[in-house]
């Protein structure tokens, strides 16, 4: 079956830095679009970053443009997420998805995602 597991979380200091990885298993990754979400405590889940299946295109909040890459390896089926310059609001659980097809929505809409991984936490802070 489908299987998104995300790993990589941690605790971190202003400033540090943090790789999150998503491993999918169930499902040919190249022909689907990843995003990374996350969702800190009592706020709403939101999109952080996506990398589409067609061209490997990258999106990014503008809140952590220039601080986050998102990137994937199709052999491996992984998708990585490089965070630095980590401050104490990115804070959150951070949540790798994915979609087959093009987006209708945009690529920041939790609902053009079928598939959720279960999450992995990050906390900066120090």
């Known amino acids: 079956q489908v299987q998104l597991v995300e790993s990589g979380g941690g605790l971190v200091q202003p400033g540090g830095s943090l790789r999150l990885s998503c491993a999918a298993s169930g499902f040919t990754l190249d022909y689907y679009n990843i995003g990374w979400f996350r969702q800190a405590p009592g706020k709403e889940r939101e999109g952080v970053s996506c990398?589409?299946?067609?061209?490997?295109?990258?999106y990014y909040a503008n809140s952590v443009k220039g601080r986050f890459t998102i990137s994937r390896d199709n052999t491996k089926k992984m998708v990585y997420l490089q965070m630095n310059s980590l401050k104490p609001e990115d804070t959150a659980v951070y949540y790798c998805?994915?979609?087959?097809?093009?987006?209708?929505?945009?690529?920041?809409?939790?609902?053009?995602?079928?598939?959720w991984g279960q999450g992995t936490q990050v906390t900066v802070s120090s």
């Open positions: 998805a994915a979609r087959w097809g093009k987006f209708h929505s945009g690529w920041s809409v939790m609902t053009e995602y079928a598939y």
């Open positions: 990398i589409r299946s067609s061209d490997d295109t990258t």
